[in-house]
């Protein structure tokens, strides 16, 4: 083929500015315009409860609206809505029109839950309407959007009694096959989240059908301890939950464990509330943490004798469940949906602490610990 019948110069490349490339190719940025996709409220919701990670909120309030709409409410300082001496325009803009947006820099007091992280800007962009409602200073302020073009300058509209940020979004029907989200899908991240951070206060509310509105308010100040305690039929009454700082990987290492009356494994790792279904360091450290732990155990009771292998995963996995959440100033991530922790020294350090803790459990009750222990070595190996 000849250069003259296929030409190419800088006049056939395309330049999509602002937010026109995410309306463009969405599943770029968001995975998917089927139901997938419209976990935008995630997008929405990350601004608002790292608000209250932050001490600036104590409330989010994440709501279903009849009109197919979804608003989440924080009840934080309210974003600024009028140009600063040092900036182009105000935050609340600059997050509705930039994409990776956020407050920066990202630490272990910041949330990375959802996949794709992009911001306000994308949620703002696949909307066919969106609107931003700042309390901020006793007065009262609201932005308008169409598929991601402000439809006015902030407009002031009265006083305001308390703060906070509202944004209500209703998903563009030009781009995703449906608008019907799932409360139990939602509902299940929120209360997972809460979890993990026992500073969130989350109400989630639906009220698309009149007849049959439903709540449900997400808060454990207990965390990963509240979650333990919901598991069925423990072999032991109290979940073994510790927590620590480790300065070697720059955060903190969470960790919830008991063994139940169950065959199956149950181990659910995170990074910075970002579950990593990939696992990856943190996971590969608690494994070989659990292990050393048991096995010294084992052996010092003589249930393992010197020249007896040491309990194979698969024994030490029968009817365990576990959490593991790390937190970490710089967390890394891979895999093409970055749903594995790649940091090398979280491995040693994850792996220190729960042999630490578990070795100190096993010793303090003996009785317990003989219970799980004859379990395991009943389990066959393979």
């Known amino acids: 083929m000849s250069e003259d019948s296929n030409p190419y110069d800088a006049s056939v490349i395309v330049v999509l500015e602002g937010l026109e490339a995410i309306r463009r190719r969405p599943g770029m940025y968001v995975g998917s315009v089927g139901e997938r996709g419209l976990h935008l409220v995630f997008e929405a919701a990350e601004r608002a409860l790292d608000e209250i990670l932050g001490g600036s909120a104590s409330r989010v309030e994440i709501t279903l609206t009849a009109d197919g709409g979804v608003r989440v409410a924080d009840n934080g300082a309210g974003l600024p809505v009028q140009h600063a001496g040092h900036s182009e325009r105000p935050e609340l803009e600059t997050r509705l029109s930039v994409l990776y947006c956020g407050a920066q820099p990202y630490n272990r007091r910041s949330l990375s839950a959802s996949n794709f992280g992009v911001g306000l800007a994308a949620v703002n962009a696949l909307s066919g309407r969106l609107t931003a409602e700042v309390r901020r200073d006793g007065a009262r302020w609201v932005l308008e959007y169409e598929r991601g073009e402000a439809v006015a300058t902030p407009a002031h509209t009265g006083p305001a009694d308390r703060s906070g940020t509202a944004i209500t979004f209703w998903p563009d029907a030009e781009i995703f096959e449906t608008l019907e989200f799932s409360f139990d899908t939602l509902a ?195």
């Open 188 to 382: 299940e991240h929120f209360r997972e989240l809460a979890f993990l951070n026992r500073e969130l206060d989350i109400v989630l509310t639906d009220e698309r059908d009149p007849a049959a509105p439903r709540a449900i308010r997400f808060r454990f100040p207990g965390g990963l301890r509240d979650h333990a305690a919901e598991q069925n039929a423990p072999l032991h009454p109290d979940a073994i939950v510790f927590e620590c700082d480790c300065c070697k990987i720059e955060g903190t290492v969470e960790v919830a464990l008991r063994w139940c009356d169950s065959p199956e494994e149950r181990i659910a790792s995170y990074a910075n509330s970002r579950r990593t279904n990939g696992g990856g360091t943190h996971e590969l450290g608690f494994r070989e943490g659990l292990a050393t732990a048991v096995n010294a155990y084992a052996r010092e009771q003589q249930l393992l004798t010197p020249s007896d292998p040491d309990f194979t995963p698969t024994q030490l996995g029968a009817g365990l469940t576990a959490v593991v959440s790390v937190k970490l100033d710089r967390p890394e991530f891979e895999g093409a949906v970055r749903d594995r922790l790649s940091n090398e020294p979280v491995r040693a350090c994850v792996a220190e602490a729960v042999r630490e803790h578990l070795a100190a459990w096993l010793q303090a009750d003996p009785a317990q610990a003989m219970t799980v222990l004859a379990r395991i070595s009943m389990i066959t190996r393979h």
